[in-house]
């Protein structure tokens, strides 16, 4: 394929047991008390090599009555197609700073390689998916927030309109984080903030964000099972968290406004997804407002063997 310059080669994976692995799900019950619930998944750049099994989960969890949406991010894959075209890449607490030239790569790479793919990807599983972007729709409104930053958008408001249509006729909607600033600006917005903003909008009942680390780790560098609102900030304060964790943190924060449930996990982890239902298997972080005030959102009794 032609774009596979930029997109990272998929990991030799098999999703071979992905239905015995859901059919495990459905037989704990937990796949009943989800059924008709939206799962918004953002699918980091940094996990992209790891897209087959997501895709394949995705499919999986649609098939047992989940409403997914994915989102993508595409960070290593811009920078491999900026460094190519000797343009020089910054980043600000985790934002990447957009000048026009910049902004021309990053709609290349995210709309016309990075999104394209993971559509062709999941048809071939026999998915049904379509590829969108927050342009799309009028999804996402945002502005610039900081001149310094350049073409960065701030999400004002989102428009969930287009993406209920495409679940409700059975579709897997799959996102570029792109958004329409003034005017016709489009504008680059962090996948991890249009991940949350979208969960917000369609009242998910859980957010899980796939990257390259197993957790949050905090001071002593081992992965935090659950992180509250102070040590969230405390932690970026003293620069535990830093770089990509602090969008991702934030904006997970943000969505517990309407999604009783935000996990960071590791997408490298086989079929991670599918293991999101299962408390017995529960790993990564979960973001929470107050330390043992809430749980998981799936009763137990859901999950009983
Ligand atoms: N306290 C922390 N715990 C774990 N990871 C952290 C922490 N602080 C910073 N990080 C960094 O955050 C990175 C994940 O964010 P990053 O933005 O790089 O990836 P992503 O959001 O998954 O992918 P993309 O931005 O391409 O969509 C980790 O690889 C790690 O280096
Ligand atoms: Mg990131």
């Known amino acids: 394929m032609s774009n596979s310059y930029t997109i990272p080669a998929q990991q030799d ?66 920078n491999a197609m900026l460094e190519a075209l000797h343009i020089p890449t910054h980043f600000e607490r985790g934002l990447r700073v957009t000048d026009e030239q910049t902004l021309e790569v990053v709609c290349m790479v995210l709309r ?5 793919h993971l559509v062709l990807l999941a048809a071939s599983m026999g998915g049904k998916a379509v590829g969108l ?11 610039i927030a900081d001149e310094h930053l350049g ?19 059975g ?46 780790r905090g001071a002593d560098s081992t992965c935090i099972a659950e992180l509250s609102e102070a040590d969230a900030h405390r932690f970026i304060e003293q620069g535990v968290i830093h770089g990509g964790m602090i969008p991702k943190v934030t904006s997970s924060l943000r969505a517990l406004e309407a999604v009783p449930c935000v996990h960071i996990v590791d997408g490298s982890e086989p079929h ?16 929470v407002r107050n330390r043992g005030e809430e749980g998981p959102s799936i009763p137990p009794s859901a999950n009983a063997q």
Request: contains cysteine; negative net charge; glycine residues 12%.
């Open 151 to 169: 073409f960065v958008g701030e999400i004002d408001m989102v428009d969930p309109t287009i993406v209920q249509h495409l679940l409700d006729q």
């Open 13 to 78: 994976e098999t999703c071979g047991d992905a239905s015995s692995e859901a059919t495990g799900l459905e037989k704990t019950g937990a796949s009943h008390y989800l059924k008709g619930k939206v799962l918004v998944v953002k699918l980091g750049g940094s996990t992209l090599a790891h897209q087959k099994m997501v895709i394949s989960d995705l499919i999986s969890l649609q098939r047992l009555g989940l409403r997914p949406v994915l989102v993508h991010g595409g960070g290593p894959s811009i």
């Open 171 to 216: 579709y897997l909607p799959i996102i570029a984080p792109l958004g329409r600033g003034d005017g016709c600006d489009c504008l680059n917005i962090n996948a991890d903030q249009v991940a949350a903003a979208l969960a917000q909008a369609l009242s998910a009942e859980r957010l899980v964000f796939l990257s390259d680390v197993e957790g949050i």
């Open 133 to 143: 972007c927050g342009t799309d729709g009028n999804m996402l409104h945002a502005h």
């Open 112 to 116: 016309g390689q990075i999104n394209e």
């Open 272 to 287: 991670i997804l599918l293991h999101e239902f299962d408390q017995h298997r529960r790993c990564g972080t979960m973001v």
